[in-house]
C-alpha cells in the first residue's frame, strides 16, 4: 500500500548530513531491518571465527606430532596418545566445518535477503514519493535521470549490502581474530605481521578520497546517459522524420564515451591499490616466514605455532587485496544512496489539505483574482475572476499561450496560484483532500496517455470496480463504442505498449469514456476532441450534452463549434478575460470571440 507522504512531515530535518552521510541515514531510516542486520552480523562474526579455525587445528596436529604427549592437546584434553589426540582433532575439524558451513549458509542467506528488502523498500519508497512530487517537478527535469536513480542507484545499493558489507565485516574481523593469535604467540611477530596493515589502511584513506569524485562523476555520466537514451527512443518518430539518426547517435555515443571516460578513470585510481596492498603484503608475510623461522630454530617458538603464524600471516593480509574492491563498492554505494536520499529529500510544495466535500458535490467553481506563473518566469494569468456555478457547462477560448492549460491546471491542483484563491464548491481548494478535490474531476489532458492494458482496464482506470456494461456505457457517450466493437477482442483488446496502435482521434475518445465513467461532478476537457473529425465531433457532443446533464464542464478548445452551446463562454487573452459571454452574445458584441469565429466559420466554408 503505498504511503499518503503528502500528508507527512518534511521526511528529513537535515537533508545535508543525510546526504553527507548517506549509510549512517539509511540505518537511521531502516529501523526494521536492525534485528535482521545484527543476525546477519551475527553469523558473519560465527563463520568467521569457525573460518580461522582450521590453521590453528593444523598447528595443533603438527604440535602433537611433535611433541606427542607434551602438546597443547594432551594438556588441555589430557589425552596421551598422539593417535587419539589427531583423532580428537579430527572430531573438533568435522564440527568446525559443520558450524562453519551452517553459518556461511545463514549469513548468506540474511544479508542477501537483507540486500533484497531493502532494495525493494527503498526503490518503492521512492517511486511512491516521485509520484506524490509536483507535476512541476517532474516537468522540470528529464525522466530518465529519474529513472537512473529508481534502477541503477537502487541496483548498485544492493550490489554493496550484498557483497560489500558483509566483505567488510569479513575483513575486519579477519585483523581482530588473526591479531589475537598472533598477541598470543608473539609480541614481535604481531608487531611484524601488523605493520604493513596501518601502509593499507591509509593508502586506502587516499584511495577512497580520490575515488569519491570520481564516482560521483560515473553517476552523473549515467543520469545523463540514461536520459538522453529514454528521450530519444520517446522521440522516435521524430528523430526518423528529421532523418536525425546519425546526429542522435553521435549524441548518444557522446554521451557513452562520457560515461566510458568517468568509468575508466575511476577504473584506473582503483586498479592503481592492489600492486601498492601487495608490497605490503610481501614485507608482513617475509618478516614472519623469516624471523618466525629464526624463532623456532632457537626454541623460543613451537614449531606448531610457528605454521600456525606462517599460515595465518597469509589469511590475514591476503583478504586485504580486495580492500581495494570493497570500498570500490562502498564508494559506488554511497554515491548511490546520496542521490537516493537527496531524491526522497525533494520536497511535496503542493500538498493536499484536510477538509472533505459534502456530498452530493454540486460542481460549483470558482476563481477570484489568480494570478499564476512558472517557476520564476512572469504571470502567465494576470488577475482571474470567473464564475462556474454547478451544473453548467463553460468553455475558455483564446489564442495558444493565452493560458488556458495554466488554469485547468489550478483547478486540478496541478499547481497553486501565485494570489488569489481557486473555489470549488465555496471551499479553497487548497484546503480539500485529494479524494474530494481530484476524486470529484474527470480529467482528459491535451496528451492522452494509454496504460498497458486492455481497452476495458484503461477505461476503468480511475473506477477499477466498475462493470462492463458501465464501461460501454461511457464508451458509447464518448462515441467510442462503433470502433471498439470492431476490434477483434473488442473491450478486452490491448492497448499501450506492444497493443493495438489507435488513432490520436481513438485515443481520445478512450480518454472521454475514461473520464465520464468517474461520473465526475465536474468534467475538465483540454482539447479533448481536437484530433476527431467533424463528424465524429458531433456525435461527441450529442452524447456530451446528456452526459454532463447533471455535471459541471469545464472545456478548453480551439474549435469553437465544439463550445457553441457552452452555458458560457470566457474568452482568454495574454493571460486575462477579456469576453465572456454565450456564443450569440459573443457573436453580437463582435469582438475578440466573433472575429474568431469569421475566420472559423470562413474557413469551413471553403473545406
Ligand atoms: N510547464 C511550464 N513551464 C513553464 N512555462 C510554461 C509551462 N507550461 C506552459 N508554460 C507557459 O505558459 C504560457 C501559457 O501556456 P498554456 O499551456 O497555459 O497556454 P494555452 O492557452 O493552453 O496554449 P495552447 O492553446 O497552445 O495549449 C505559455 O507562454 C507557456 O510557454
Redesign the pocket.
Known amino acids: 500500500m503505498p504511503t499518503v507522504l503528502d500528508s507527512r512531515a518534511p521526511r528529513s530535518a537535515d537533508p545535508v548530513s543525510d546526504a553527507d552521510r548517506p549509510l549512517r541515514a539509511l540505518w537511521r531510516r531502516y529501523t526494521v531491518y536492525r534485528a535482521r542486520l545484527i543476525l546477519a552480523f551475527t553469523f558473519s562474526v560465527i563463520n568467521k571465527v569457525a573460518d580461522v579455525m582450521p590453521e590453528l587445528l593444523i598447528g595443533a596436529a603438527v604440535d602433537v606430532v611433535v611433541r606427542g604427549d607434551q602438546s597443547f592437546v594432551a594438556d588441555v584434553l589430557g589425552v596421551e596418545s598422539r593417535y587419539a589426540q589427531l583423532g580428537w582433532l579430527a572430531v573438533i575439524n568435522v564440527v568446525v566445518w559443520l558450524v562453519e558451513s551452517g553459518s556461511e549458509y545463514l549469513a548468506e542467506v540474511l544479508w542477501r535477503n537483507l540486500a533484497q528488502g531493502i532494495k525493494h523498500d527503498l526503490r518503492m519508497e521512492a517511486y511512491d514519493h516521485v509520484q506524490h512530487l509536483d507535476?512541476?517537478w517532474h516537468?522540470?527535469r528529464s525522466s530518465g535521470s529519474t529513472l537512473a536513480i529508481l534502477n541503477d542507484d537502487v541496483n548498485q545499493l544492493e550490489r554493496f549490502l550484498d557483497v560489500g558489507a558483509p566483505a567488510i565485516i569479513q575483513t575486519a574481523l579477519n585483523v581482530i581474530l588473526v591479531g589475537g593469535v598472533f598477541a598470543i604467540a608473539s609480541t614481535q611477530l604481531l608487531v611484524l605481521a601488523f605493520l604493513p596493515i596501518p601502509v593499507i589502511i591509509v593508502g586506502s584513506l587516499i584511495f577512497q578520497r580520490r575515488l569519491e569524485p570520481l564516482y560521483a562523476r560515473v553517476r552523473e555520466a549515467v543520469a545523463d546517459l540514461s536520459a538522453a537514451l529514454s528521450a530519444n527512443l520517446a522521440g522516435i518518430a521524430t528523430i526518423k522524420a528529421f532523418t536525425a539518426e546519425n546526429h542522435e547517435y553521435a549524441r548518444i555515443s557522446k554521451a557513452s564515451l562520457a560515461y566510458r571516460q568517468a568509468n575508466s578513470n575511476a577504473i584506473r585510481t582503483a586498479a592503481a591499490f592492489v600492486p601498492l596492498v601487495r608490497v605490503a603484503i610481501l614485507t608482513g608475510f617475509t618478516c614472519t616466514l623469516l624471523l618466525g623461522g629464526w624463532a623456532t630454530l632457537n626454541g623460543t617458538l613451537e614449531v606448531g605455532m610457528y605454521s600456525v603464524l606462517v599460515f595465518m600471516t597469509q589469511r590475514l593480509l591476503w583478504p586485504l587485496t580486495e580492500v581495494a574492491e570493497v570500498l570500490d563498492l562502498y564508494q559506488r554505494g554511497r554515491a548511490s544512496a546520496a542521490r537516493l536520499l537527496r531524491l526522497l529529500d525533494e520536497p511535496v510544495i503542493v500538498r493536499q489539505g484536510h477538509a472533505s466535500l459534502n456530498r452530493p458535490v454540486a460542481g460549483g467553481l470558482e476563481l477570484r483574482g489568480v494570478r499564476a506563473?512558472?517557476?520564476d518566469?512572469p504571470d502567465?494569468l494576470k488577475g482571474i475572476d470567473m464564475v462556474i456555478p454547478g451544473g453548467e457547462t463553460h468553455a475558455v477560448v483564446?489564442?495558444?499561450?493565452?493560458?488556458?492549460?495554466?488554469?485547468?491546471?489550478l483547478v486540478l491542483r496541478f499547481s497553486d496560484p501565485r494570489s488569489g484563491q481557486v473555489l470549488f464548491d465555496g471551499r479553497d481548494v487548497r484546503d480539500l483532500d485529494w479524494d474530494s478535490l481530484r476524486g470529484s474531476m474527470g480529467y482528459v489532458a491535451?496528451d492522452v496517455f494509454m496504460f498497458a492494458g486492455s481497452i476495458a482496464e484503461n477505461i476503468a482506470y480511475g473506477r477499477p470496480t466498475a462493470t462492463r456494461a458501465e464501461i460501454e456505457h461511457a464508451a458509447r457517450a464518448a462515441a467510442a463504442w462503433e470502433f471498439i466493437e470492431a476490434l477483434p477482442d473488442g473491450l478486452d483488446s490491448w492497448v499501450g505498449e506492444r497493443g493495438v496502435t489507435l488513432s490520436g482521434g481513438q485515443r481520445q475518445r478512450l480518454a472521454l469514456a475514461r473520464a465520464l465513467l468517474r461520473q465526475p461532478a465536474i468534467l475538465v476537457l483540454?482539447?479533448a476532441t481536437s484530433a476527431v473529425d467533424n463528424e465524429t465531433e458531433a456525435a461527441i457532443q450529442q452524447s456530451l450534452r446528456v452526459a454532463t446533464a447533471d455535471c459541471t464542464a469545464l472545456v478548453?478548445a480551439?474549435r469553437l463549434s465544439t463550445v457553441r452551446h457552452a452555458h458560457r463562454i470566457w474568452v482568454?487573452d495574454a493571460?486575462q478575460i477579456v469576453e465572456f459571454g454565450t456564443h450569440d452574445e459573443l457573436v453580437a458584441a463582435n469582438g475578440a470571440y466573433a472575429a474568431l469565429w469569421r475566420v472559423q466559420t470562413g474557413m469551413l466554408a471553403t473545406d
Do not use: C, I
Open positions: 507535476l512541476s516537468e522540470s506563473g512558472y517557476a518566469g502567465v483564446g489564442s495558444t499561450g493565452a493560458g488556458k492549460s495554466t488554469l485547468l491546471r491535451q483540454d482539447e478548453v480551439h482568454l493571460g
